[in-house]
Every structure is written in C-alpha cells, then in structure tokens.
T-cell receptor, first 112, second 115 residues
C-alpha cells in the first residue's frame, strides 16, 4: 500500500467551476500535508499546507483535512485554464519523520 | 533571496559515464532533499541530508548512487556508470528546519538523459 494515494485523473472541469482533488494516506501518525502544483516540465511549487482537522482557505484554494478518515482534499474555486496542471499531495511524519511521501499526482484540465 | 538552484538543467550522458548533479539550497536552509521523477510519475524520495551528514538515504539505490552535502558548497548527487533507466528528472528541495512538516521548496530540476 502506498503511503499517499491520489487518483491520476485526468480531472476535467469547465472554467469557473470548482475542482475537487482528493488524497488518502495510510499512516495515521502523519502530521502535516502539503499540496504542490506542477506544470508540465517544471518543478513542483507549494500551494498550501494543512496540519489541523478542518478547512484552511487561501484565496481560491481550500485545503481540507479529515484525520479520522485519513483524507485530504484541495478545492479550487473559479477554476481557470491556468490552473491546468498536475497536483501533488504530500504527507509528512508518521513512522518516518524524515521524509515526505508524495502521491503520484492528479492531472487537472480546466476547459475554457 | 535566491531560490533553490540546480545545475546543470539538462545533462546528457552515455551509458557507463558518471553524472554529477548539483544543488544549492535557499539561503538560510541547511536541509536538502533529493527526489527522482520518471515521466508521468510522482516524485520519489531518494535522500535527505544536512551539512556533512546523510540523515536518511532509504530511497536511494544502494549501488551506483551517492550523495553528499559538504560544509562548503552545494549538495551533489552522483550517479556512477549510468544506465538508460536512470533517465529522469532529479529535483532538489531545501527547508530551513527539516522537521515537523517543515515546508520544502523545490529547485528547477536536472533532466538527465542517458543515451
């Protein structure tokens, strides 16, 4: 079982819609979760991180964490074509405190 | 404040040659992580280093791969006797504290192609 799992997609949404990206993790001890965006051929860039149960909002982005269900999500409101990218979920902590575990990423296509 | 720097950005090697990838962390960051990414795949952790110490190399192949982060200068990922399967993007990330979910910032990556 992978430490962090994501649906590879692609997830297609129309411009202006809400895109919902999901991630599950296997280690209940994981403490922190990060969402990165990666454009094709580029390096990952941090969107936001979340430590506590509940929602965390930053502009058009909302991260949600449910530790009981071991579930993390990222909502993108008012999706734009420029949001089209691969979104990587990462978990940190748990049985190995030294490294991030990245999911394989979900490819998002926002259609104009 | 310059970001994480990696060089070269693109590296072409023939089978059996050596590849040296360099990473300079962000100013004030003393923790470096190396990842490998195959086409259409996620990031795979390779090694975590602090200055002069390898903290965790559990993700690195035991043969042909080595990493260092000397007291002075950049971190180096070295791949000896490269094979075609080593072709990938290698990303370096740095963080200031290296614990407790500290955010990692990524460099632009080195694309290694083995002919």
């Amino acid at each position: 079982q992978k430490e962090v799992e994501q649906n590879s997609g692609p997830l297609s949404v129309p411009e202006g819609a809400i895109a919902s990206l999901n991630c599950t993790y296997s280690d209940r001890g994981s403490q922190s979760f990060f969402w990165y965006r990666q454009y094709s051929g580029k390096s990952p860039e941090l969107i936001m991180f979340i430590y506590s149960n509940g929602d965390k909002e930053d502009g058009r982005f909302t991260a949600q964490l449910n530790k009981a269900s071991q579930y993390v999500s990222l909502l993108i409101r008012d999706s734009q074509p420029s949001d089209s990218a691969t979104y990587l979920c990462a978990g940190f902590g748990g049985y190995n405190f030294n490294k991030f575990y990245f999911g394989s990423g979900t490819k998002l296509n926002v259609k104009p | 404040n310059a970001g994480v720097m990696q060089n070269p950005r693109h590296l072409v090697r023939r089978r059996g040659q050596e590849a040296r990838l360099r990473c300079s962390p962000m100013k004030g960051h003393s923790h470096v992580y190396w990842y490998r990414q195959l086409p259409e795949e996620g990031l795979k952790f390779m090694v975590y280093l602090q200055k002069e110490n390898i903290i965790d190399e559990s993700g690195m192949p035991k043969e042909r791969f080595s990493a260092e982060f000397p007291k002075e200068g950049p971190s180096i990922l070295r791949i000896q006797q490269v094979v075609r399967g080593d072709s990938a993007a290698y990303f370096c990330a740095s963080s200031p504290m290296g614990r407790g979910g500290d955010t990692q910032y990524f460099g632009p990556g080195t694309r290694l192609t083995v002919l």
